[in-house]
């Protein structure tokens, strides 16, 4: 059974930085890509970031390039976003998600649908 478990959401003020943990559980993260996506009320689930399996595709969301960074820990088997320069466009609930496919990623990476496994969520909320 696949687990995704998302930590280091938080309360900052704009400029601030938050880095959020993702621990993967079932599954490895160098067999399987992992997504970061985020979603505010009433609004779909957006893409963030996503690194691949082989840990040599990465991209990011326009919005959040060149502020966010994701990286992983293959020992710990966890991905982490790393968010510098934190807005108050920038909060909301974020989500790790992971694809049951092994070895897998190609340009739909950035469409939730593609992904199997979510976490609970973690909460970011940024005053201006």
């Known amino acids: 059974q696949v687990q995704l478990v998302e930590s280091g959401g938080g309360s900052v003020q704009a400029g601030d930085s938050l880095r959020l943990s993702c621990a993967v559980s079932?599954?490895?993260?160098?067999?399987?890509?992992v997504g970061w996506f985020r979603q505010v009320p009433g609004k779909e689930r957006e893409f963030v970031a996503v690194?691949?399996?082989?840990?040599?595709?990465?991209h990011y969301a326009d919005s959040v390039k060149g502020r966010f960074t994701i990286a992983r820990d293959n020992a710990k088997n966890t991905v982490s976003l790393q968010m510098d320069n934190l807005q108050p466009e920038d909060a909301a609930v974020y989500y790790c998600?992971?694809?049951?496919?092994?070895?897998?990623?190609?340009?739909?990476?950035?469409?939730?649908?593609?992904?199997?496994?979510w976490g609970q969520g973690t909460q970011v909320t940024v005053s201006a």
């Open positions: 690194m691949s399996w082989s840990g040599n595709r990465i």
């Open positions: 079932g599954q490895l993260v160098t067999s399987h890509t």
């Open positions: 998600a992971t694809p049951r496919r092994r070895f897998w990623i190609d340009e739909t990476y950035s469409t939730a649908g593609m992904y199997d496994d």
